[in-house]
């Protein structure tokens, strides 16, 4: 993820930024801008996105949607290790109570709330390595 030429990946998935990102996507205008955004990207060719409202409200005919989801401990557990590599340190129950409010915080948000496209493949990735969930999205995708 680049802005303004800079390198943002890392920076975009400290533990500040994701627990300001519910607070913030409740913000209607803000959903709309950022939404409109990623569409006007994406109908410029083929990308892969992920995101918790891509298939239902931004490409709603989006050729190929999966809900993927994992258990919350497993979540947890993939997040804290991402936090430890970075030098952010929490304990694996602050992190579940952090994924378990953002998660709340989505699904009951008025506006386009966390929830499964009605045309997207469920893929619970729980017991599955980032390998084996890439190969079991591939299986679906007809190149």
Not at 36 to 45: E, P
Not at 103 to 109: F, G, S, T, V
């Amino acid at each position: 993820m680049f802005t303004q030429g800079q390198d943002v990946t890392s920076r975009i998935r400290e533990n500040r930024v994701s627990l300001a990102v519910p607070v913030i996507a409740a913000y209607i205008g803000v959903r709309d801008y950022v939404n409109r955004q990623i569409a006007a990207v994406a109908s410029q060719g083929n990308y892969i996105l992920e995101g918790r409202d891509i298939g239902t409200v931004v490409l709603p005919n989006a050729q190929y949607k999966f809900f993927l989801t994992a258990s919350l401990e497993v979540r947890a557990k993939r997040r804290k290790a991402d936090l430890d590599a970075k030098g952010e340190h929490y304990s694996l129950l602050e992190v579940m109570a952090q994924i378990k409010e953002r998660d709340e915080l989505d699904i009951n948000r008025a506006v386009a709330p966390l929830r499964q496209a009605p045309d997207a493949i469920y893929i619970d990735n729980s017991n599955l390595t980032l390998e084996q969930t890439i190969d079991t999205l591939a299986k679906y995708i007809k190149l």
